[in-house]
Antibody
Framework: QVQLVQSGAEVKKPGASVKVSCKASGYTFANYGLHWVRQAPGQRLEWMGWIYVGNGDTKYSQKLQGRVTITRDTSANTAYMELSGLRSDDTAVYYC????????????WGQGTLVTVSS | EIVLTQSPGTLSLSPGERATLSCRASQSVSSSYLAWYQQKPGQAPWLLIYGISRRATGIPDRFSGSGSGTDFTLTISRLEPEDFAVYYCQQYGSSPLTFGGGTKVEIK
């Protein structure tokens, strides 16, 4: 069965960077894209960006452009999301989610990774 | 950026009742690229509907989607106990992909 397993919770200081991993299993990793979506406490879901695993093409939210980088390691069936210049309003649960097609909805989600930014 | 506004914010209903959730877009959603998700506390969202009205794999037929252009509806024909949750709409026709603010369906 399709599974996306994310790395554990992180606590970071303002200005630092965080890198969250997402290990996929149960399907052919290279044949799908992956979205990254975050949810701050009490806020709506926010799309951060996307990678097509097969060729590494990426798209990013303009709001986060320059601070977010999404990569993948096809040999490890793992994708990564790195967010730099952390601020307190980056405190959120970060999700990876498999793309149903190409820039389509998310049909399977990871369990989420809580990133807390605090001095 | 397309802004999605969901209403009502909270819907209080009893099991067996019909739920009608609305999602309005600030501009037309291209190519019918509108989806709905369900999220329960402490869990990731779960895809229910995509392409306005196509049910995702394993989603029961009491869930249906409709609409076009800027106005969309998710209908749950008869609420089951497991349906009480928060529901989000999402447009994926233009970047950035955006989500609505959610409708909480709670037990009356």
């Amino acid at each position: 069965q399709v599974q996306l397993v994310q790395s554990g919770a992180e606590v970071k200081k303002p200005g630092a960077s965080v890198k969250v991993s997402c290990k996929a299993s149960g399907y052919t990793f290279a044949n799908y894209g992956l979205h990254w979506v975050r949810q701050a406490p009490g806020q709506r879901l926010e799309w951060m960006g996307w990678i097509y695993v097969g060729n590494g093409d990426t798209k990013y939210s303009q709001k986060l452009q320059g601070r977010v980088t999404i990569t993948r390691d096809t040999s490890a069936n793992t994708a990564y999301m790195e967010l730099s210049g952390l601020r307190s309003d980056d405190t959120a649960v970060y999700y990876c989610a498999r793309d149903l097609g190409v820039m389509e909805p998310c049909d399977y989600w990871g369990q989420g990774t809580l990133v807390t930014v605090s001095s | 950026e397309i802004v999605l506004t969901q209403s009502p914010g909270t819907l209080s209903l009893s099991p067996g009742e019909r739920a009608t959730l609305s999602c309005r877009a600030s501009q037309s959603v291209s190519s019918s690229y509108l989806a709905w998700y369900q999220q329960k506390p402490g869990q990731a969202p779960w895809l229910l509907i995509y392409g306005i009205s196509r049910r995702a794999t394993g989603i029961p037929d009491r869930f249906s989607g409709s609409g076009s252009g800027t106005d969309f509806t998710l209908t749950i024909s008869r609420l089951e106990p497991e349906d009480f949750a928060v529901y989000y709409c999402q447009q994926y026709g233009s970047s950035p992909l955006t989500f609505g603010g959610g409708t909480k369906v709670e037990i009356k």
